[in-house]
């Protein structure tokens, strides 16, 4: 089954020097009941694309948690044998689940990240992040969700498993722009 798991630059960088990512619990994002649900005319590609999507609006989060990473939201598409059944807290909708497990390196099928344009939309939505999660009732609320509903207007780069390292190592020292 086809994972995604919300990442930064930095985050994969670790994870790709480590052979995995962890540790467990850990959040990810993938075509589940209440997504397909959701979904119910979308095909299995529209279905992934709405788990992808879930999963990169998640790094936006990561990102805003990391002053430091580079304002490009990143998914990692990995393949994994087994996903554990939804505990029932799930909305209609949604594409998260609870892994207890770490994704070894060798799972990895691909990343997705933002290029260079995407970094002033990703970056204003990083700083927004916490007003958009919070109360519906700040007059700020409504111009946060835009923001970071604007990210989805960014495509997503694919690199394939081997050109991993190559983008990181041109990113600097674990995952950090070189100046």
């Not at 948690?65 to 909708?93: E, F, N, W, Y």
């Not at 916490?130 to 835009?146: I, K, L, R």
Request: contains cysteine; negative net charge.
């Amino acid at each position: 089954m086809r994972i995604y798991i919300p990442s930064t630059i930095p985050l994969l960088d670790a994870a790709c020097h480590a052979g995995e990512f962890g540790p467990a619990p850990q959040t990810v994002y993938a075509v589940t009941p209440a997504l397909r649900e959701w979904f119910a005319t979308a095909d299995d590609e529209e279905l992934e694309y709405a788990a992808m999507e879930q999963a990169a609006r998640a790094s936006v989060g990561l990102i805003a948690a990391d002053p430091d990473a580079p304002r490009k939201r990143v998914v990692v598409a990995c393949d994994v044998s087994a996903i554990p059944p939804a505990d029932g807290t799930v909305q209609l909708g949604d594409a998260r689940l609870e892994l207890h497990v770490v994704v070894p390196w060798t799972a990895v099928a691909a990343a997705h990240l933002d290029g260079d344009p995407a970094v002033e939309v990703v970056r204003k939505a990083a700083e927004l992040w916490d007003v958009a999660q919070g109360d519906t009732a700040n007059p700020a609320h409504e111009d946060a969700v835009f923001a970071l509903d604007s990210c989805e207007g960014e495509d997503l780069l694919w690199y394939a498993t081997q050109e991993i390292p190559d983008f990181l190592a041109a990113q600097g020292p674990r995952g950090r722009l070189r100046s």
